[in-house]
T-cell receptor
Framework: EPEVTQTPSHQVTQMGQEVILRCVPISNHLYFYWYRQILGQKVEFLVS????????KSEIFDDQFSVERPDGSNFTLKIRSTKLEDSAMYFC???????????FGDGTRLSIL | KQEVTQIPAALSVPEGENLVLNCSFTDSAIYNLQWFRQDPGKGLTSLLLIQSSQREQTSGRLNASLDKSSGRSTLYIAASQPGDSATYLC??????????FGTGTKLQVIP
């Protein structure tokens, strides 16, 4: 069964550094999402992406964050200047259509030192 | 601002018991509602999706209902098994809407 893959599984970065988290969504899916989950807290929506542009974004998704779908297969989340509070598990999800189930990757654990 | 609440936060039941998990949301103008399970250290696995025009969905031992007017959904698990032990999350939104997750119900099924 096709699945969403995320790399790396764990990323350790110094505060202030840029980080790029990578996702390969399921190939025929049209909607793409990034979420984060701080340890012990609930899953939080960051951004949704459709038709090569951002559909919705949360208050968390400020100017330090950006998303790209550079080559039609990868979907990336960039954090320009990481802060300690960016430490979390980041999940990518994709969806065939707006009323289809979202499929999640296993996540990237981001640790900011 | 949409808020999603799940009750109870944790539940422990003996194997074989039927159980109900609850989800409530404050804004009834939702696109759809999805139930997920999350195993420790893992991503989320979709269980059931209910479109805003639907009242319920069933998959195997799982049945989810949606009452938009009262802002409630329930997930019914029949004949629970130890493998059902996980955290269950509901989420509203999707498509063109922001997605809001509940805090989850941690389920333990005791053999």
């Amino acid at each position: 069964e096709p699945e969403v893959t995320q790399t790396p599984s764990h990323q350790v970065t110094q505060m202030g550094q840029e980080v790029i988290l990578r996702c390969v969504p399921i190939s025929n899916h049209l909607y793409f999402y990034w979420y984060r989950q701080i340890l012990g807290q609930k899953v939080e929506f960051l951004v949704s992406f459709y038709n090569n542009e951002i559909s919705e974004k949360s208050e968390i998704f400020d100017d330090q964050f950006s998303v790209e779908r550079p080559d039609g297969s990868n979907f990336t989340l960039k954090i320009r200047s990481t802060k300690l509070e960016d430490s979390a598990m980041y999940f990518c999800a994709s969806q065939r259509g707006g009323n289809q189930p979202q499929h999640f990757g296993d996540g990237t654990r981001l640790s900011i030192l | 601002k949409q808020e999603v609440t799940q009750i109870p936060a944790a539940l422990s039941v003996p194997e074989g018991e039927n159980l109900v998990l609850n989800c409530s949301f404050t804004d009834s103008a939702i696109y759809n509602l999805q139930w997920f399970r999350q195993d420790p250290g893992k991503g989320l696995t979709s269980l059931l999706l209910i479109q805003s025009s639907q009242r319920e969905q069933t998959s195997g031992r799982l049945n989810a209902s949606l009452d938009k007017s009262s802002g409630r959904s329930t997930l019914y698990i029949a004949a629970s098994q130890p493998g059902d032990s996980a955290t269950y999350l509901c989420a509203v939104g999707g498509g063109y809407q922001k997605v809001t997750f509940g805090t989850g119900t941690k389920l333990q099924v005791i053999p």
